[in-house]
């Protein structure tokens, strides 16, 4: 997997790791609980989950200043990606220490990344916008992102392509013919992404 020192966010590498896991056909069982949270965006938990330490960082809200030295439950998506840096390199170990090396023939290192930052882009969008309830699945968060920014029908069924293509990782059940079909499909998704500005960075 691509080096966590060559990555401004080390969330492409840490879950784009675990991704490959799965697609292997191993079963995640010991770190499935860190896993989910921090796929769904969920920074809180994962943080209490792995307890690794919290970047410096100072926080400006409705005219108070002050410094952030714990998980808050309210952080923007973005705070909590940039605090839980720490722990996803924790965790990569952790995982990589379990699983070790894994050489995928069909799917590169840097699409798993991107892979991991589709799922990641549409989520934070949504809930820098307050769109989801908790445990939203990426569905429901497709369609209310694109509801709200008013993506045509036919960008939000490009979405569901990519999303599509992400479940053929998890759990293959024929979603493509082929993963070179596949990923030309994922391809055009993450493009919507970039056209419309809902990435991350």
């Not at 943080?47 to 002050?66: E, H, Q």
């Not at 808050?72 to 990569?92: E, M, N, R, T, V």
Request: overall charge positive; proline content about 3%; aromatic content about 10%.
């Amino acid at each position: 997997m691509t080096s966590l020192n060559n990555k401004i966010l080390t969330i492409e590498p840490t879950v784009g790791y675990m991704l490959k896991v799965i697609k292997s056909g191993q079963t995640i069982t010991k770190y499935n609980d860190e896993f989910k949270a921090i796929r769904h965006g969920n920074y809180f938990d994962f943080l209490n989950l792995v307890k690794g330490p919290i970047p410096f960082m100072v926080s400006y809200t409705n005219g108070v200043t002050r410094t952030e030295e714990y998980p808050q439950k309210d952080d923007c998506d973005f705070a909590g990606l940039l605090k839980a840096g720490p722990s996803l390199i924790i965790f990569y170990k952790k995982c990589f220490a379990e699983y070790g090396l894994i050489i995928d023939s069909d799917i590169s290192d840097e699409v798993f990344g991107k892979v991991v930052l589709f799922e990641l882009s549409l989520r934070m969008h949504s809930n820098n916008n307050t769109l989801l309830n908790e445990r939203e699945q990426l569905v429901s968060v497709i369609d209310k992102l694109s509801k709200f920014k008013n993506l045509s029908m036919s960008d939000t069924d490009k979405l569901h392509l990519g999303r599509k293509f992400l479940n053929m990782i998890k759990h293959p059940k024929n979603q493509f013919p082929s993963w070179s079909q596949g990923l030309k499909v994922f391809e055009i998704a993450y493009q919507v992404l970039v056209v419309n500005k809902l990435t991350v960075l």
